[in-house]
Protein backbone atom coordinates (compact mmCIF):
# COMPACT_ATOMS: atom_id res chain seq x y z
CA UNK A 1 0.00 0.00 0.00
CA UNK A 2 1.07 3.50 -1.32
CA UNK A 3 2.53 5.37 2.07
CA UNK A 4 3.80 8.75 2.88
CA UNK A 5 7.63 8.84 3.73
CA UNK A 6 9.47 11.65 5.91
CA UNK A 7 12.76 12.19 6.60
CA UNK A 8 14.85 12.20 9.02
CA UNK A 9 13.27 10.26 11.44
CA UNK A 10 14.88 12.52 14.23
CA UNK A 11 16.87 15.79 13.66
CA UNK A 12 18.58 17.78 16.27
CA UNK A 13 19.46 21.22 15.89
CA UNK A 14 20.80 23.84 17.39
CA UNK A 15 18.52 26.92 18.43
CA UNK A 16 18.67 29.85 15.36
CA UNK A 17 19.66 26.95 12.45
CA UNK A 18 17.55 26.54 9.88
CA UNK A 19 16.17 22.88 9.43
CA UNK A 20 14.37 21.10 6.21
CA UNK A 21 12.26 18.61 7.08
CA UNK A 22 11.51 16.67 3.78
CA UNK A 23 8.23 14.67 2.79
CA UNK A 24 7.58 12.18 -0.09
CA UNK A 25 3.72 11.75 -0.32
CA UNK A 26 1.83 9.80 -2.19
CA UNK A 27 2.49 9.81 -5.78
CA UNK A 28 -1.18 10.17 -6.95
CA UNK A 29 -2.09 12.83 -4.19
CA UNK A 30 -1.92 16.39 -5.32
CA UNK A 31 -2.44 17.87 -1.93
CA UNK A 32 -0.19 18.08 0.70
CA UNK A 33 -0.05 18.97 4.46
CA UNK A 34 1.98 19.72 7.62
CA UNK A 35 1.10 19.19 11.48
CA UNK A 36 3.04 19.14 14.48
CA UNK A 37 2.94 17.77 17.65
CA UNK A 38 4.29 18.59 20.62
CA UNK A 39 5.42 15.85 23.19
CA UNK A 40 1.99 14.79 25.32
CA UNK A 41 -0.03 17.67 23.29
CA UNK A 42 -2.45 17.73 20.54
CA UNK A 43 -1.59 17.69 16.85
CA UNK A 44 -2.01 20.76 15.77
CA UNK A 45 -2.67 22.11 11.90
CA UNK A 46 0.49 24.05 10.13
CA UNK A 47 -0.38 24.50 6.43
CA UNK A 48 -1.95 23.00 3.19
CA UNK A 49 -0.70 23.06 -0.09
CA UNK A 50 -1.51 22.67 -3.40
CA UNK A 51 -0.51 24.04 -7.29
CA UNK A 52 2.73 25.22 -5.44
CA UNK A 53 0.61 27.32 -3.56
CA UNK A 54 -0.08 27.40 0.18
CA UNK A 55 -3.81 26.76 0.78
CA UNK A 56 -4.44 27.36 4.38
CA UNK A 57 -2.22 28.08 7.32
CA UNK A 58 -2.65 28.25 10.92
CA UNK A 59 -1.24 30.75 12.97
CA UNK A 60 1.75 28.74 14.30
CA UNK A 61 3.05 28.92 10.88
CA UNK A 62 4.71 31.99 11.18
CA UNK A 63 7.49 34.38 8.65
CA UNK A 64 10.00 31.32 10.17
CA UNK A 65 8.06 29.20 8.70
CA UNK A 66 7.75 28.15 4.67
CA UNK A 67 6.76 25.16 2.32
CA UNK A 68 8.48 23.91 -0.88
CA UNK A 69 7.73 21.35 -3.65
CA UNK A 70 11.17 21.75 -5.15
CA UNK A 71 10.98 19.04 -7.71
CA UNK A 72 7.73 16.24 -8.76
CA UNK A 73 7.73 14.14 -5.47
CA UNK A 74 9.62 15.80 -2.45
CA UNK A 75 7.31 18.49 -0.08
CA UNK A 76 9.40 20.11 2.18
CA UNK A 77 8.81 22.35 5.90
CA UNK A 78 11.83 25.03 6.44
CA UNK A 79 11.99 26.35 9.82
CA UNK A 80 14.38 29.68 9.41
CA UNK A 81 15.43 30.40 12.88
CA UNK A 82 14.68 27.44 15.19
CA UNK A 83 13.47 28.11 18.82
CA UNK A 84 13.19 25.87 21.57
CA UNK A 85 9.54 25.55 21.44
CA UNK A 86 9.67 24.20 18.12
CA UNK A 87 10.93 21.09 19.45
CA UNK A 88 8.25 18.48 18.54
CA UNK A 89 7.10 15.65 16.19
CA UNK A 90 6.30 17.13 12.46
CA UNK A 91 4.03 14.92 10.44
CA UNK A 92 3.92 15.31 6.86
CA UNK A 93 -0.06 14.21 4.82
CA UNK A 94 -1.55 14.24 1.55
CA UNK A 95 -4.38 13.63 0.01
CA UNK A 96 -6.20 12.97 -3.45
CA UNK A 97 -8.22 16.24 -2.92
CA UNK A 98 -9.50 18.35 -0.50
CA UNK A 99 -13.20 17.59 -0.31
CA UNK A 100 -14.52 16.44 2.89
CA UNK A 101 -14.98 12.63 1.55
CA UNK A 102 -11.01 12.74 1.09
CA UNK A 103 -8.89 11.59 3.95
CA UNK A 104 -5.63 12.72 4.41
CA UNK A 105 -2.86 10.28 5.12
CA UNK A 106 0.14 10.53 7.31
CA UNK A 107 3.37 9.75 7.72
CA UNK A 108 5.46 8.32 10.74
CA UNK A 109 6.99 12.07 11.16
CA UNK A 110 10.12 13.46 12.22
CA UNK A 111 11.11 14.59 15.71
CA UNK A 112 12.64 17.69 15.96
CA UNK A 113 14.91 18.38 18.92
CA UNK A 114 15.95 21.89 19.45
CA UNK A 115 18.89 22.61 21.77
CA UNK B 1 -11.05 23.58 19.06
CA UNK B 2 -12.61 20.09 18.26
CA UNK B 3 -16.21 19.71 17.76
CA UNK B 4 -16.27 16.13 19.06
CA UNK B 5 -16.03 14.89 22.82
CA UNK B 6 -15.02 11.66 23.53
CA UNK B 7 -14.01 9.58 26.61
CA UNK B 8 -10.40 10.30 27.36
CA UNK B 9 -9.55 6.15 28.42
CA UNK B 10 -11.33 2.55 28.16
CA UNK B 11 -9.87 -0.85 28.23
CA UNK B 12 -10.98 -3.73 26.37
CA UNK B 13 -10.30 -7.39 26.60
CA UNK B 14 -8.44 -9.59 23.70
CA UNK B 15 -10.29 -10.48 20.97
CA UNK B 16 -13.45 -8.43 22.32
CA UNK B 17 -15.04 -6.17 20.09
CA UNK B 18 -14.05 -2.84 20.80
CA UNK B 19 -16.51 -0.15 20.91
CA UNK B 20 -15.47 3.76 21.07
CA UNK B 21 -18.20 6.36 21.55
CA UNK B 22 -17.93 9.71 20.24
CA UNK B 23 -20.35 12.62 20.67
CA UNK B 24 -20.80 15.71 17.86
CA UNK B 25 -23.51 17.42 18.33
CA UNK B 26 -23.33 20.22 15.99
CA UNK B 27 -22.26 18.55 12.98
CA UNK B 28 -23.04 20.43 10.32
CA UNK B 29 -24.96 18.59 7.29
CA UNK B 30 -21.91 18.36 5.25
CA UNK B 31 -19.35 16.98 7.20
CA UNK B 32 -18.00 13.68 8.07
CA UNK B 33 -16.82 12.12 10.74
CA UNK B 34 -13.53 10.75 10.28
CA UNK B 35 -11.87 8.13 12.79
CA UNK B 36 -7.90 7.96 12.68
CA UNK B 37 -5.46 6.37 15.33
CA UNK B 38 -1.98 7.08 16.45
CA UNK B 39 0.18 3.80 17.42
CA UNK B 40 2.89 5.24 20.11
CA UNK B 41 5.57 6.86 18.19
CA UNK B 42 3.78 6.76 15.04
CA UNK B 43 2.17 9.11 12.73
CA UNK B 44 -1.65 9.09 12.84
CA UNK B 45 -3.02 6.25 10.50
CA UNK B 46 -6.54 6.38 8.59
CA UNK B 47 -9.02 4.18 9.65
CA UNK B 48 -12.67 5.02 8.25
CA UNK B 49 -14.71 8.08 7.83
CA UNK B 50 -18.76 7.99 6.95
CA UNK B 51 -21.52 10.63 6.27
CA UNK B 52 -25.03 9.64 7.27
CA UNK B 53 -24.70 5.57 6.87
CA UNK B 54 -22.75 2.86 9.04
CA UNK B 55 -19.60 1.87 7.27
CA UNK B 56 -17.05 -0.79 7.22
CA UNK B 57 -13.51 -2.05 5.59
CA UNK B 58 -11.26 -4.00 6.94
CA UNK B 59 -10.36 -2.34 9.52
CA UNK B 60 -13.23 -1.19 11.40
CA UNK B 61 -16.82 -0.23 11.58
CA UNK B 62 -18.47 3.18 11.50
CA UNK B 63 -22.10 3.49 13.23
CA UNK B 64 -23.42 6.87 13.01
CA UNK B 65 -27.07 7.59 14.41
CA UNK B 66 -29.84 8.92 12.82
CA UNK B 67 -29.39 12.64 14.20
CA UNK B 68 -25.75 12.24 13.53
CA UNK B 69 -24.76 13.54 17.03
CA UNK B 70 -22.82 11.14 17.34
CA UNK B 71 -21.04 7.81 16.23
CA UNK B 72 -19.32 4.48 17.67
CA UNK B 73 -16.50 2.85 16.05
CA UNK B 74 -15.74 -0.54 16.47
CA UNK B 75 -13.13 -3.01 16.09
CA UNK B 76 -14.66 -6.27 15.79
CA UNK B 77 -11.68 -8.30 17.26
CA UNK B 78 -9.08 -6.46 19.27
CA UNK B 79 -5.40 -7.39 19.17
CA UNK B 80 -2.51 -6.37 21.68
CA UNK B 81 -1.56 -4.12 18.07
CA UNK B 82 -4.67 -2.27 18.14
CA UNK B 83 -3.18 -0.45 21.20
CA UNK B 84 -2.97 3.56 20.20
CA UNK B 85 -5.23 6.81 20.84
CA UNK B 86 -7.90 6.91 18.78
CA UNK B 87 -9.36 9.83 17.52
CA UNK B 88 -12.79 11.30 15.77
CA UNK B 89 -12.52 14.43 13.75
CA UNK B 90 -15.72 16.07 12.47
CA UNK B 91 -13.87 18.13 8.93
CA UNK B 92 -14.35 21.19 9.71
CA UNK B 93 -13.14 22.77 6.31
CA UNK B 94 -11.51 21.66 3.35
CA UNK B 95 -7.64 21.36 4.02
CA UNK B 96 -7.15 21.39 8.10
CA UNK B 97 -8.45 18.49 10.28
CA UNK B 98 -9.08 19.58 14.18
CA UNK B 99 -7.90 17.20 16.65
CA UNK B 100 -9.00 16.59 20.47
CA UNK B 101 -6.79 14.44 22.90
CA UNK B 102 -8.54 11.09 21.93
CA UNK B 103 -9.07 7.87 23.35
CA UNK B 104 -6.77 6.16 24.51
CA UNK B 105 -7.96 2.51 23.86
CA UNK B 106 -5.72 0.15 25.84
CA UNK B 107 -6.34 -3.97 24.81
CA UNK B 108 -5.50 -6.13 27.72
CA UNK B 109 -4.53 -9.68 27.65
Known amino acids: EPEVTQTPSHQVTQMGQEVILRCVPISNHLYFYWYRQILGQKVEFLVSFYNNEISEKSEIFDDQFSVERPDGSNFTLKIRSTKLEDSAMYFC?????????????FGDGTRLSIL | DAKTTQPPSMDCAEGRAANLPCNHS???????VYWYRQIHSQGPQYIIHGLKNNETNEMASLIITEDRKSSTLILPHATLRDTAVYYCIVRASNYQLIWGAGTKLIIKP
Open chain 2, 26 to 32: TISGNEY
Open chain 1, 93 to 105: ASSTGTGSNQPQH
